[in-house]
């Protein structure tokens, strides 16, 4: 069974307009209007025309690259933080920013050299710790991302986005207690936060705590009743403790839900196979062939194993051979063994 992880995602956070030297001139204020109004196109017509009036303009080209990079246009952005930095290093956000466009584009040792820079530059800037901790989560450096969100949490103890984030890096090193504290902070404030006890679950999924995670899918569950993850996730967790009627009642009652869904189908008959119940088995797996399940192969081995069970031979031949010729060659074993 496969375990669903829950994938926490940290927004980056922007910078906001910096001061142009002097006066702004009218371009560039419609400009900043119009970005922060995340009307991001408008604004880079208004950048053009202040580049166009001044080629030099370095805030201008940083201020573009920003919209750029807000509308995911990351390489085109690059280019702008690239000019806005060689008119004028100082401009420390673009390096900022460009960290973000090279991190989203996976240059990822550009991307810590920019921040790591930032960092040196404006150390009372928080934020770029947090980036920096993401940013060695996708290089799965996993002691150097908890390093970076332990010491941004010396200064942001309450923020419970970046204490789930550092939840999953501790699970990710195996750290269970550690893990679980973390998100037993992050419930103080709501205990009924459903996200929070699908992380706990998982992560003592994950582990192959499956009693544990049964206990928090079902809280969600309490609250719940209909949530499909937590009942998909307990009825998981069920089949790897071999709890199978369990398993099989959860299963049941997503496939009432959901009756097009083959892969509640293909659970059902693997447990009842483990059960030797294999009319139940062929049955279930003949549910989940017609509505398309996608692993044929591995369906089609598993329902000629409960047709030999009953002796059946001449359909589990067929559904082995039939394994052997999509390329699941774990059929070949059964082929060999029982048909001639």
Known sequence: ????????????????????????????????????????????????????????????????????????????????????????SSLYEAYYNRALAEHAIKNYTFSE?????????????HRVLSSLALLMEDMQEYPSALKYYTEYLKFHPNDFETLKSRAMVYAEMNSIELAIADLDICLRPDANDTAIWMSKGNIY????????????????LLLYPDNKAALYNRADAYTSLKRYDEAIRDYQYLSSK?????????????????????????????????????NLGLLLMLRGVAYNNLKLQAEACSDWQKAVELGYKEAQKYRSDFCK
Not at 113 to 125: G, N, T
Not at 211 to 217: G, K, L, Q
Request: hydrophobic share 40%; charged share 20%.
């Open 258 to 294: 959901d009756k097009y869904n083959s892969e509640y189908y293909f659970n059902i008959g693997f447990c009842y196979l483990q059960q030797a119940k294999n009319q139940e088995a062929i049955l279930s797996f003949g549910k989940a062939l017609d509505t398309d399940y996608t």
């Open 205 to 220: 999924y994950d582990a192959q705590r499956f009693s544990e995670a049964i206990d928090a899918y079902n809280v969600i």
């Open 1 to 88: 069974m496969r375990f669903k992880l829950l994938v926490l995602v940290i927004s980056f956070c922007i910078l906001g307009p910096v001061s142009a030297s002097g006066k702004l001139d009218s371009c560039m204020s419609k400009g900043i209007a119009l970005s922060q109004q995340k009307n991001y196109k408008n604004a880079i017509l208004e950048f053009d025309n202040c580049i166009s009036q001044k080629s030099n303009y370095a805030e201008a080209y940083f201020q573009r690259g920003t919209c750029y990079l807000l509308l995911n246009k990351h390489n085109i952005a690059l280019v702008d933080f690239n000019q806005a930095l060689r008119l004028d």
């Open 113 to 125: 050299a920019d921040f790591l820079l930032y960092k040196s530059r404006v150390p009372s800037d």
